[in-house]
């Protein structure tokens, strides 16, 4: 693999990507979608969004390292058997395949992944955004899969829904906000 996504220059982060990314994370859970209308393009210099954007990073690399361990799997038992069935064919295949490779790959880009979350969990979170993203991670991580219904993801996911919606409407405002301070400061000379 000559393209290693530690060689690749990470996008500036915005709050638009991060709704974006979340609200595509959880597709089956339509409160998520549905209180997100058009994507925000501010910047946010929070560390913990940073960080989160290098997190997603390893977490793709572990997903993919992941599905090439389990499809190289899945070959080297169609070519030879278990493993104890004939164990010289195995070794065989598995030396013509690179399975233990992958494996190994996999052990790698698991570990990197755990040392990124980690540094997430331990980077505070300076805004709305970078506490967005520190729980995407957290329920990314840990929850069987993005559509389970048991308790706590569903409630989880609806704080996400939440806090995306205060967000959009936080910065909704602020613009506007300096929308009007800009006109305001524009007016002054003008007015009586």
């Not at 974006?20 to 393009?41: C, H, I, K, Q, Y």
């Not at 195995?90 to 494996?103: M, V």
């Not at 300076?126 to 993801?153: C, F, M, R, Y």
């Amino acid at each position: 693999m000559a393209d290693s996504d530690n060689s690749r220059t990470l996008t500036t982060v915005t709050q638009g990507d991060l709704h974006s990314f979340v609200v595509a994370s959880f597709p089956t859970n339509p409160e998520v979608a549905a209180r997100l209308t058009a994507p925000l393009d501010v910047r946010n210099d929070d560390r913990a969004l940073t960080i989160w954007r290098q997190w997603c990073v390893a977490r793709q690399r572990l997903i993919e390292s992941c599905l090439r361990q389990q499809g190289l799997e899945k070959r080297l038992f169609a070519m030879v058997g278990r493993p104890s069935d004939a164990p010289e064919a195995w070794k065989a295949a598995d030396q013509q395949i690179g399975y233990s490779e992958a494996i190994q790959d996999e052990e790698r880009a698991a570990a990197m992944e755990d040392d990124v979350a980690e540094m997430l969990w331990n980077t505070p979170a300076e805004s709305i955004v970078g506490a967005i993203a520190k729980l995407h991670a957290t329920l990314t991580k840990w929850q069987p899969a993005a559509s389970n219904d048991e308790h706590p993801w569903p409630q989880l996911r609806s704080i996400i829904a939440d806090l995306l919606k205060i967000d959009t409407q936080k910065s909704s405002g602020d613009s506007a906000r300096r929308q009007v301070t800009a006109m305001q400061g524009a007016l002054l000379p003008i007015l009586p």
